[in-house]
């Protein structure tokens, strides 16, 4: 776990700004994953990445944005077009084998406010 | 995506009794299913995962069993301790989505003295 960081650990945004939520990886995981969670709903997947410049959407992608330059590096951007962006995002990165999966392993989350 | 049900949504129990947790799942092809404990404030932490080709894993005081037919899983924790409060997720492996998990809603569970 250690080996996933994401920062800030809060963020507070305006109506109508949009923010950059950060994760870096240094364990060599090919896929990494961005959830949502908000109390009572459990995680929720907004985008994924299984290599470098590709990404797919999740169940929740909209007012989301997301890119994939380097193998470490997955950077949420939250969008003013996200009406309630208020929640706990968490990052999470895994080594992709052939067809199976490896362990996920999650950042320390970032707490994003709506003021 | 696929529906992963869990249950009971919290638990209290005494300590030293079990718990159990119980999740179901929709899509057949899943065949990943780990389980995370999450503190207030904190990451997920993955306890305990079983992949579809074994029914049962053990590791310590935990256990998870899979009946692949019926589409469930579920957590055992014996001798439960103080220390094992928190929130308890299972999940499955989404098989159209590039190995991302379906979470279900989690279980508050509640150890007492």
């Known amino acids: 776990d250690g080996g996933i960081t994401q920062s800030p650990k809060y963020l507070f945004r305006k109506e109508g700004q949009n923010v950059t939520l950060s994760c870096e990886q240094n364990l060599n995981h090919d896929a990494m994953y961005w959830y949502r969670q908000d109390p009572g709903q459990g995680l929720r997947l907004i985008y994924y990445?299984?290599?470098?410049?590709?990404?797919q959407k999740g169940d929740i992608a909209e007012g989301y944005s997301v890119s994939r330059e380097k193998k470490e590096s997955f950077p949420l951007t939250v969008t003013s077009a996200q009406k309630n962006p208020t929640a706990f995002y968490l990052c999470a990165s895994s080594i992709v084998a052939g067809t199976s999966t490896d362990t996920q392993y999650f950042g320390p989350g970032t707490r994003l406010t709506v003021l | 995506g696929e529906n992963v049900e869990q249950h009971p949504s919290t638990l209290s129990v005494q300590e030293g009794d079990s718990a159990v947790i119980k999740c179901t799942y929709s899509?057949?092809?899943?065949?990943?299913f780990p389980w995370y404990k999450q503190e207030l404030g904190k990451r997920p932490q993955l306890i305990i995962d079983?992949?579809?080709?074994?029914g049962e894993k053990k590791d310590q005081r935990i256990a998870v069993t899979l009946n692949k037919t019926a589409k469930h899983f579920s957590l055992h924790i014996t001798e439960t301790q103080p220390e094992d409060s928190a929130v308890y997720f299972c999940a499955a492996l989404l098989s159209n989505s590039g190995y991302a998990l379906n979470f279900g809603k989690g279980t508050s569970l509640l150890v007492t003295p």
């Open positions: 899509d057949s092809a899943s065949n990943y």
């Open positions: 079983i992949r579809s080709n074994v």
């Open positions: 990445s299984q290599i470098v410049n590709d990404f």
